[in-house]
């Protein structure tokens, strides 16, 4: 199994930055798509940025030009830079793995939260 341990989450203003951390171990991290999903209350989990294995990124609308996703390979690591909260970013943010070979095998981390005041 490959275990996702989510950290940086807190509250914070609008308009500043948090940058979430997602550290990953248990399989060999470079066969796996990452990507931060996050869920607010009452509606459904959606896709916020995602990098696959070749380092090719992709963002929803809402994010674009805020956000940033990175990943180390060497430390095991997926980021999320998150500058410029809006109060629609208030939300449970998840880290997930995807096997490029094997999709079905898809990991997910406990979650942060992240609050953003207005």
């Known amino acids: 199994q490959v275990q996702l341990v989510e950290s940086g989450g807190g509250l914070v203003q609008a308009g500043g930055s948090l940058m979430l951390s997602c550290a990953a171990s248990?399989?060999?991290?470079?066969?796996?798509?990452m990507g931060w999903y996050r869920q607010a209350p009452g509606k459904q989990r959606e896709l916020v940025a995602s990098i696959n294995n070749t380092g090719n990124t992709n963002y929803a609308d809402s994010v674009k030009g805020r956000f940033a996703i990175s990943r180390d390979v060497a430390k095991n690591t997926v980021d999320l830079q998150m500058n410029s909260l809006e109060p629609g970013d208030t939300a449970d943010y998840y880290c997930?793995?995807?096997?490029?070979?094997?999709?079905?095998?898809?990991?997910w981390g406990q979650g942060t939260q992240v609050t953003v005041s207005s």
């Open positions: 248990g399989r060999t991290f470079s066969n796996f798509d």
């Open positions: 997930n793995a995807r096997h490029v070979w094997y999709p079905a095998i898809s990991y």
